[in-house]
């Protein structure tokens, strides 16, 4: 039986987890935890923090021993409308220059690759922005020293139904 739109309640939480692929369960099952009211994009959202979790252990210090990765769900209007993922990582392992991140489709054989390309396609929009002084984020000290943090948001409609046509 679908939840009305009145029992589904504003979110707004913050987690940080060890950067371990085993902590990548621990991060889709709290996301999926507070998507509950949201059965329509709840799958979604939780592939999409599944994938970029892993990115952020894959590609940053996040994935060092010691490394950190801070999830953050919250959900804009009353009642919601909009819910927004954000993943904040600990940085480049590297001094090399930050590359633009791209949603493309890599090859059929590419065993990985496909994080931000599916993040494109189950939501709404999506992007990156520096992690180090934005006043309502991570200011990037709790992930650790290193600078470079970066945080990946992604936006699901609560209701698709009211979007316009191509607004994607």
């Given at each position: 039986?679908?939840?009305?739109?009145?029992?589904?309640?504003?979110?707004?939480?913050?987690?940080?987890?060890?950067?371990?692929?085993?902590?990548?369960?621990?991060?889709?099952?709290?996301?999926?935890?507070?998507?509950?009211?949201?059965?329509?994009?709840?799958?979604?959202?939780?592939?999409?923090?599944?994938?970029?979790?892993?990115?952020?252990?894959?590609?940053?210090?996040?994935?060092?021993?010691?490394?950190?990765?801070?999830?953050?769900?919250?959900?804009?209007?009353?009642?919601?409308?909009?819910?927004?993922?954000?993943?904040?990582?600990?940085?480049?392992?590297?001094?090399?220059?930050?590359?633009?991140a791209h949603?493309?489709?890599?090859?059929?054989?590419?065993?990985?690759?496909?994080?931000?390309?599916?993040?494109?396609?189950?939501?709404?929009a999506w992007?990156?922005?520096?992690?180090?002084?934005?006043?309502?984020?991570?200011?990037?000290?709790?992930?650790g020293p290193?600078?470079?943090?970066?945080?990946?948001?992604?936006?699901?409609?609560?209701?698709?139904?009211?979007?316009?046509?191509?607004?994607?």
């Amino acid at each position: 039986m679908p939840m009305s739109d009145d029992a589904r309640g504003p979110i707004q939480a913050t987690r940080t987890f060890p950067g371990t692929a085993e902590n990548c369960g621990r991060a889709r099952s709290w996301v999926r935890s507070l998507t509950l009211p949201y059965p329509d994009v709840r799958d979604s959202v939780e592939l999409v923090a599944s994938e970029l979790f892993t990115n952020a252990i894959r590609h940053t210090r996040s994935g060092d021993p010691g490394g950190l990765v801070q999830m953050t769900l919250s959900t804009e209007d009353d009642p919601p409308t909009l819910l927004r993922l954000e993943i904040t990582d600990g940085g480049l392992r590297t001094d090399l220059p930050k590359q633009v991140a791209h949603a493309l489709l890599p090859p059929s054989d590419a065993q990985s690759g496909r994080g931000l390309f599916i993040a494109s396609v189950l939501s709404r929009a999506w992007g990156r922005f520096p992690a180090h002084g934005n006043g309502d984020h991570l200011s990037g000290a709790a992930l650790g020293p290193h600078s470079g943090s970066m945080t990946t948001w992604v936006e699901f409609s609560l209701h698709p139904e009211l979007e316009m046509a191509g607004s994607r």
